[in-house]
């Protein structure tokens, strides 16, 4: 079908505003780095002319997010001396994991990393108002002894437990607490802490976690990748190409509620029996462990210690561990005819795998004869802090609203 001749002019004209907000990005990016640059930089790095460029910086620094910061060092040749630009907006994100046993807080600019993370526990999450009340006093203080001011936040966001709608800022369903209801709007209570005119971001725990490795490891951005949250609870964050999905009621990623044995007494927060969750859950460890004679082991054991245990040669550990390789093999075998994913990221306590846990995923998922002979897909244990993935995961989305709609 021929285009009219007023669809080919409206093209046309939209086609320089397409460009200009391309190169406005893009020297954007430049400025996210963090350092002074000049004019003749911005055109090397991104290509643009530099009067293009020169007036971009203009443009930003009329908008208060970049200024000038005078004249550099003259050039190795000599001749007039370049200026120097930065990028100028100076508020803070405030970064909270409102978790079960931990409340934890950061702060970080519009850009540059998450820092000064203070932790608090322990933190009942039993009362949905004791929790906030005990949220609000802690940012309280952590921003009093920072030195950040009401005013000097552009944004705060909070990751916790459940399947959250993201839209709305609404905790729908928290199997690690179910006193605080259903449908709770999380984003509500966040405004009557730090007021209205802020940038606010609820997240899934797993989900803002899992958003982190896109920040490390940009090739992810253009795979299907499945990173898996393991620490007080089990929950997935899918990416699809740089996208997480979420589905119509949040449910995409809590894997944690899959149900791996029909035959386990073990009831799970959801109401189930068998979940993946509470069958690889230290309670359920320790009470194999006691099952097994090694009731021993279980003072003070933690999941990174039953591995620590296996890595000695500990045959009860060796044992437990066996099982837990297996309930994550049917898993991700499960997972695998749906999702297809190219790459497993694993992080929190079961990042702290050992070779026996290893050995045993990768030897039953090999069982399976519909894929390839090579490994089925990649698997990576993530190491890392958690809950810092948690917390720069969830700024990210801030940061990344913040710079979309600059124009």
Same mark, same amino acid.
């Given at each position: 079908m021929r285009s009219s001749a007023k669809e080919?002019?409206?093209?046309?004209?939209?086609?320089?505003?397409?460009?200009?907000?391309? %190169? $406005?990005?893009?020297?954007?990016?430049?400025?996210?780095?963090?350092?002074?640059?000049?004019?003749?930089?911005?055109? #090397?790095?991104?290509?643009?002319?530099?009067?293009?460029?020169?007036?971009?910086?203009?443009?930003?620094?009329? *908008?208060?997010?970049?200024?000038? &910061?005078?004249?550099?060092?003259?050039?190795?040749? /000599?001749?007039?001396?370049?200026?120097?630009?930065?990028?100028?907006? #100076?508020?803070?994100?405030?970064?909270?994991?409102?978790?079960?046993?931990?409340?934890?807080?950061?702060?970080?600019? +519009?850009?540059? #990393?998450?820092e000064n993370l203070k932790r608090i526990d322990p933190l009942e999450l039993n009362s949905l108002d004791a929790a906030f009340e005990r949220l609000r006093g802690a940012a309280a203080d952590y921003m009093l002894q920072a030195g950040? !001011?009401?005013? @000097? +936040?552009? /944004?705060? *966001?909070?990751?916790?437990? /459940?399947?959250?709608?993201?839209?709305?800022?609404?905790?729908?369903? %928290?199997?690690?607490?179910?006193?605080?209801?259903?449908?709770? *709007? &999380?984003? @509500?209570?966040?405004? !009557?802490?730090?007021? #209205?005119?802020?940038?606010?971001?609820?997240?899934?725990?797993?989900?803002?976690?899992?958003?982190?490795?896109?920040?490390?490891?940009?090739?992810?951005?253009?795979?299907?990748?499945?990173?898996?949250?393991?620490?007080?609870?089990?929950?997935?964050? *899918?990416?699809e190409r740089g996208h997480?999905? %979420?589905? $119509?009621?949040?449910?995409?990623?809590?894997?944690?509620?899959?149900?791996?044995?029909?035959?386990?007494e073990v009831t799970c927060g959801c109401g189930m029996r068998g979940c993946l969750e509470r069958l690889v859950s230290l309670a359920h460890v320790k009470d194999m462990l006691r099952d097994l004679g090694a009731g021993d082991l279980c003072q003070g054991l933690t999941i990174p210690g039953l591995f620590a245990l296996s890595a000695q040669g500990d045959a009860r550990a060796q044992q437990v561990v066996r099982y837990l390789a297996h309930c994550f093999a049917v898993a991700l075998h499960n997972l695998s005819l749906a999702y297809n994913q190219e790459a497993v990221v694993i992080q929190g306590d079961f990042a702290s795998a050992d070779a026996l846990f290893d050995q045993c995923l990768r030897s039953e998922l090999a069982q399976f004869r519909y894929y390839p002979e090579e490994a089925p897909f990649a698997i990576v244990y993530d190491r890392r802090d958690i809950a810092l993935s948690a917390l720069r995961g969830g700024a990210h989305v801030i940061k990344t609203k913040y710079f979309s709609a600059l124009d």
């Amino acid at each position: 079908m021929r285009s009219s001749a007023k669809e080919k002019k409206e093209r046309k004209v939209a086609m320089p505003a397409d460009a200009k907000l391309i %190169n $406005r990005h893009m020297i954007m990016d430049v400025l996210r780095r963090g350092e002074p640059v000049t004019v003749a930089d911005i055109h #090397e790095i991104t290509g643009i002319s530099r009067p293009t460029a020169m007036k971009t910086l203009q443009h930003y620094c009329e *908008m208060g997010v970049a200024r000038s &910061l005078g004249l550099g060092e003259s050039t190795n040749v /000599g001749g007039k001396k370049p200026e120097l630009f930065c990028f100028s907006d #100076e508020r803070k994100i405030l970064c909270i994991n409102l978790w079960p046993g931990e409340l934890c807080i950061g702060v970080c600019g +519009l850009i540059g #990393e998450v820092e000064n993370l203070k932790r608090i526990d322990p933190l009942e999450l039993n009362s949905l108002d004791a929790a906030f009340e005990r949220l609000r006093g802690a940012a309280a203080d952590y921003m009093l002894q920072a030195g950040i !001011a009401l005013e @000097d +936040l552009y /944004g705060v *966001m909070l990751s916790v437990p /459940g399947t959250v709608d993201y839209d709305q800022m609404m905790l729908r369903y %928290n199997s690690q607490a179910p006193e605080w209801g259903v449908n709770v *709007m &999380l984003g @509500d209570r966040l405004r !009557a802490i730090f007021g #209205e005119n802020r940038a606010y971001f609820v997240g899934n725990a797993g989900k803002s976690a899992g958003r982190s490795i896109l920040l490390d490891q940009p090739e992810y951005a253009s795979r299907r990748v499945m990173t898996l949250f393991t620490t007080w609870g089990v929950s997935a964050c *899918m990416i699809e190409r740089g996208h997480v999905l %979420n589905g $119509r009621d949040s449910l995409i990623g809590e894997i944690g509620h899959m149900i791996i044995s029909d035959c386990s007494e073990v009831t799970c927060g959801c109401g189930m029996r068998g979940c993946l969750e509470r069958l690889v859950s230290l309670a359920h460890v320790k009470d194999m462990l006691r099952d097994l004679g090694a009731g021993d082991l279980c003072q003070g054991l933690t999941i990174p210690g039953l591995f620590a245990l296996s890595a000695q040669g500990d045959a009860r550990a060796q044992q437990v561990v066996r099982y837990l390789a297996h309930c994550f093999a049917v898993a991700l075998h499960n997972l695998s005819l749906a999702y297809n994913q190219e790459a497993v990221v694993i992080q929190g306590d079961f990042a702290s795998a050992d070779a026996l846990f290893d050995q045993c995923l990768r030897s039953e998922l090999a069982q399976f004869r519909y894929y390839p002979e090579e490994a089925p897909f990649a698997i990576v244990y993530d190491r890392r802090d958690i809950a810092l993935s948690a917390l720069r995961g969830g700024a990210h989305v801030i940061k990344t609203k913040y710079f979309s709609a600059l124009d």
